[in-house]
């Protein structure tokens, strides 16, 4: 694989996604289990922000240390990207959000892109990038494609899995953006589903 995708080891990632998985688990555990794997998964998204440093005052006195000094945009993928968006708020509330409306017309494949609202100026900004399923690729690499248009510079992408295929379409169309992944299946079937995968994302996220 891609040395600049990274394939989450962390127990508690893999135990959550295998709930994912389970097609027994209900909208409610499916929906918390998606935004807490969100939440693991910007821990290692996030390690490369920027830093600058800082003078507080704790109540003991000065103490010098490191905030933030890059603003940080969660964009979400949607419909499936919102399940995640929910865990990266907890995670940094002051970020600001982006929606990306992009669905995949069922017989091509082929992403289609409907509805696109970003922050006004995201040139200095990490954009973290969300979607659950990366499957053939083809909606991240235009949700980036979207992203770098409007003048993003620093783009990560963070999914839950990714079958072999996309993983490896999205990173040579954009070699530049790291990609954070739970889990790498093998294949998709023949209607474009990852297997084993988990389903479709958004049904089960929205209980449709
Ligand atoms: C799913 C998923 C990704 C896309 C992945 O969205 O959330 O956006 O498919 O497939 P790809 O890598 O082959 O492009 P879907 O089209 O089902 O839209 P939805 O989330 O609105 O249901
Ligand atoms: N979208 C999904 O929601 N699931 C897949 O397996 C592939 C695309």
Same mark, same amino acid.
């Given at each position: 694989?891609?040395?600049?995708?990274?394939?989450?080891?962390?127990?508690?990632?893999?135990?959550?996604?295998?709930?994912?998985?389970?097609?027994?688990?209900?909208?409610?555990?499916? #929906?918390?289990?998606?935004?807490?794997?969100?939440? +693991?998964?910007?821990?290692?998204?996030?390690?490369? %922000?920027?830093?600058? *440093? @800082?003078?507080?005052?704790?109540?003991?006195?000065?103490?010098?240390?490191?905030?933030?000094?890059?603003?940080?945009?969660?964009?979400?993928?949607?419909?499936?990207?919102?399940?995640?968006?929910?865990?990266?708020?907890?995670?940094?509330?002051?970020?600001?959000?982006?929606?990306?409306?992009?669905?995949?017309?069922?017989?091509?494949?082929?992403?289609?892109?409907?509805?696109? #609202?970003?922050?006004?100026?995201?040139?200095?900004? +990490?954009?973290?990038?969300?979607?659950?399923?990366? %499957?053939?690729?083809? *909606? @991240?690499?235009?949700?980036?494609?979207?992203?770098?248009?409007?003048?993003?510079?620093?783009?990560?992408?963070?999914?839950?899995?990714?079958?072999?295929?996309?993983?490896?379409?999205?990173?040579?169309?954009?070699?530049?953006?790291?990609?954070?992944?739970?889990?790498?299946?093998?294949?998709?079937?023949?209607?474009?589903?990852?297997?084993?995968?988990?389903?479709?994302?958004?049904?089960?996220?929205?209980?449709?």
């Amino acid at each position: 694989m891609n040395k600049n995708v990274f394939i989450s080891k962390h127990p508690l990632v893999l135990a959550k996604i295998a709930g994912l998985r389970d097609k027994n688990t209900s909208v409610a555990d499916f #929906r918390r289990g998606m935004s807490e794997v969100g939440m +693991l998964l910007a821990h290692d998204a996030l390690a490369n %922000a920027g830093t600058k *440093s @800082a003078m507080v005052h704790t109540p003991l006195g000065p103490c010098k240390a490191r905030v933030l000094s890059q603003d940080i945009v969660f964009a979400a993928i949607l419909r499936a990207g919102l399940g995640m968006l929910d865990g990266l708020i907890k995670v940094h509330p002051q970020a600001r959000i982006a929606h990306i409306g992009i669905y995949r017309d069922e017989s091509t494949l082929k992403p289609v892109k409907y509805y696109v #609202r970003l922050p006004d100026t995201i040139e200095n900004s +990490l954009v973290i990038l969300a979607d659950p399923m990366l %499957a053939t690729g083809g *909606s @991240a690499a235009e949700a980036v494609e979207i992203l770098k248009s409007r003048g993003a510079g620093r783009i990560c992408f963070m999914g839950v899995i990714g079958a072999r295929d996309g993983v490896k379409h999205l990173a040579s169309a954009h070699p530049d953006v790291p990609i954070y992944i739970g889990a790498v299946d093998e294949k998709l079937n023949d209607d474009g589903y990852i297997l084993p995968g988990l389903g479709d994302a958004g049904d089960r996220m929205f209980g449709c």
